[in-house]
T-cell receptor
Framework: DAGITQSPRYKITETGRQVTLMCHQTWSHSYMFWYRQDLGHGLRLIYYSAAADITDKGEVPDGYVVSRSKTENFPLTLESATRSQTSVYFC?????????????????FGNGTRLTVT | SQQGEEDPQALSIQEGENATMNCSYKTSINNLQWYRQNSGRGLVHLILIRSNEREKHSGRLRVTLDTSKKSSSLLITASRAADTASYFCATDFTGNQFYFGTGTSLTVIP
């Protein structure tokens, strides 16, 4: 099915463990994003990627690592999980229109991964 | 943070009434988008308005943008119970990143 899928849907891990959240999109969108959603903070941008092998930090990148070896995949890794990283994580993608030098296309979101760090 | 701020945080109305929510932001933007999020789901794009536009319509949705006041409003007319959700504005001021506000939680009572 076309779209953007995240896995796992739910994850419980212990403090200090490494965990990877997966994101896969079938549209061949150039841009992909990772957000975390917490009560009182809305959605905060962690990392984004303009294309394969191009990634950049967002608002809250500390403690996270991303990679983008293929256009369709954008995994997010917590190298050593902490309780403060308990959150709902959303992946999104967007097509680059490029005409005006800005991203004038909607974001398409996955259904999120609810991560609990104990 | 450069995120927008939605107002009110929560809104409860009767079915058939209009719902208005506002978004204020801090810096000049390229465009502004509104999204809806149903409980337990990802965000769904509603409408995009560019910085040189003042108003856009999509079905029962009307969005306005006032760049001099750095604010936008989303109006949902003739609300339905199915409109119950959280609504977020997202601003782009860098050209390739979107920053979200904390959202307005809308409850439409049947």
């Amino acid at each position: 099915d076309a779209g953007i899928t995240q896995s796992p849907r739910y994850k419980i891990t212990e403090t200090g463990r490494q965990v990877t959240l997966m994101c896969h999109q079938t549209w061949s969108h150039s841009y992909m994003f990772w957000y975390r959603q917490d009560l009182g903070h809305g959605l905060r941008l962690i990392y984004y990627s303009a294309a394969a092998d191009i990634t950049d930090k967002g608002e809250v990148p500390d403690g996270y690592v991303v990679s983008r070896s293929k256009t369709e995949n954008f995994p997010l890794t917590l190298e050593s999980a902490t309780r403060s990283q308990t959150s709902v994580y959303f992946c999104a993608s967007s097509a680059w229109t490029g005409r005006s030098g800005t991203l004038n296309s909607p974001l398409h979101f996955g259904n999120g991964t609810r991560l609990t760090v104990t | 943070s450069q995120q927008g701020e939605e107002d009110p945080q929560a809104l409860s109305i009767q079915e058939g009434e209009n719902a208005t929510m506002n978004c204020s932001y801090k810096t000049s933007i390229n465009n502004l988008q509104w999204y809806r999020q149903n409980s337990g789901r990802g965000l769904v794009h509603l409408i995009l308005i560019r910085s040189n536009e003042r108003e856009k319509h999509s079905g029962r949705l009307r969005v306005t943008l006032d760049t001099s006041k750095k604010s936008s409003s989303l109006l949902i007319t003739a609300s339905r119970a199915a409109d119950t959700a959280s609504y977020f504005c997202a601003t782009d001021f860098t050209g390739n990143q979107f920053y979200f506000g904390t959202g307005t939680s809308l409850t439409v009572i049947p």
